[in-house]
């Protein structure tokens, strides 16, 4: 029997949020919240000066238990999705710190 060489297939970049300014992602059955995104960066987080800044990169557990970081044009599909739900999460539990602040 010949052993066969395997040759990795190359990543392709997700393309689902290209050239998207902003996402309407759903936080709860009822609400969605507003997520302005960077074409290069991804998504932006609130602060809780009010300032917004990128997500940072989202790590993950690689083959064999090796922690990885990844960049937003790095991330899959899936990936980029979840970062993104991760960011409105946030942005709502800012937003309403904030409103509860200033009461």
């Known amino acids: 029997m010949a052993l066969v060489p395997h040759e990795a297939k190359g990543f392709s970049k997700s393309t689902l949020y290209d050239g998207l ?3 309407m992602v759903s936080v709860s059955q ?3 919240e507003e997520v302005q995104m960077d074409p290069e960066k991804g998504p ?6 009010g300032s917004m ?3 940072q ?3 993950g557990i690689a083959g064999g238990g090796q922690v990885s970081e990844k960049l937003w ?3 899959t599909a899936t990936e980029q999705t979840c970062a993104l739900y991760i960011c409105a999460k946030k ?3 800012v937003k309403e710190r ?5 009461q």
Request: avoid cysteine; hydrophobic fraction near 35%; charged fraction near 30%.
């Open 53 to 55: 800044t990128h997500l």
């Open 73 to 75: 044009p790095q991330m």
């Open 21 to 23: 300014k902003l996402v």
């Open 91 to 93: 942005n709502r539990y």
């Open 30 to 32: 009822e609400e969605e």
């Open 57 to 59: 990169t989202i790590r």
């Open 44 to 49: 932006l987080v609130m602060q809780l000066d």
């Open 98 to 102: 904030l409103e509860n602040q200033n």
